[in-house]
């Protein structure tokens, strides 16, 4: 008899994603403090226009010692690999601006000049702010692209799997009441019932 359960692991794609991290770097001036990071893709919820990010302390050892994050968004993985590579040059620049104590972005994530001037020292181009991101939406050199696929080869086959956008929700044009004995009635949004069961003599409270 067969098993009954496969796991299909994102270990490739963790295993190219530390890859992608020692080539950024390479691309930054190795005379900075050392940031010990942990590697991780997961969902980026709410974040709709986010390919990826960095966060500074966000992972304890057992013994106390503090670790930084970068994340790719697991939504984002079916992308051209050599984007997905940008995308974590990218957060290396917040690495390495953390590791000198600049601070390049706002407390609503927007990307400031200091984040601009590092990332166009490693080969990104940073478009001109449009919105609340700033100077984050970036883009490889020419350079920076010959770099990634001379140098990295990344591999499409490591990014096989990519997480899907959730649904979402509709909004609902009604409301629920449930009485003690369990019945729901529904009613329009905007409606308030004031009703009691005929069968445990309890007030409808919404739900």
């Known amino acids: 008899m067969s098993d009954f359960l496969k796991i299909d692991s994102l270990k490739p794609s963790i295993t190219e994603l530390e890859r992608m991290l020692k080539l950024a770097a390479k691309l930054v001036d190795n005379g900075t403090e050392t940031i010990t990071l942990v590697p991780v893709i997961q969902t980026r919820g709410k974040r709709k226009r986010c390919l990826g990010w960095f966060s500074a302390d966000r992972w ?6 503090l670790r930084a994050e970068v994340t790719l968004s697991a939504e984002t993985l079916g992308r051209d690999p050599v984007d997905i590579v ?32 590092a990332a166009e020292e490693i080969g990104l181009i940073c478009a001109d702010p449009t919105d609340s991101i700033g100077y984050g939406y970036t883009t490889p050199t020419d350079a920076l692209v010959n770099t990634i696929i ?13 997480r899907l956008e959730a649904t979402p929700k509709k909004a609902t044009k009604t409301r629920a009441y449930v009485c003690e004995c369990d019945v729901k009635v529904r009613v329009a949004n905007g409606t308030e019932l004031d009703a009691t069961c005929h069968v445990c003599n309890s007030k409808f409270e919404l739900v």
């Open 60 to 65: 304890s050892t057992r013994d106390g010692k």
């Open 150 to 162: 001379e140098v990295f080869k990344p591999d499409v086959k490591k990014f096989n799997l990519f």
């Open 86 to 117: 940008a995308t974590i040059v990218h957060e290396a620049v917040h690495v390495w601006n953390a590791a000198r104590g600049i601070n390049d972005c706002a407390s609503n994530d927007r990307h400031n000049r200091k984040f601009k001037t």
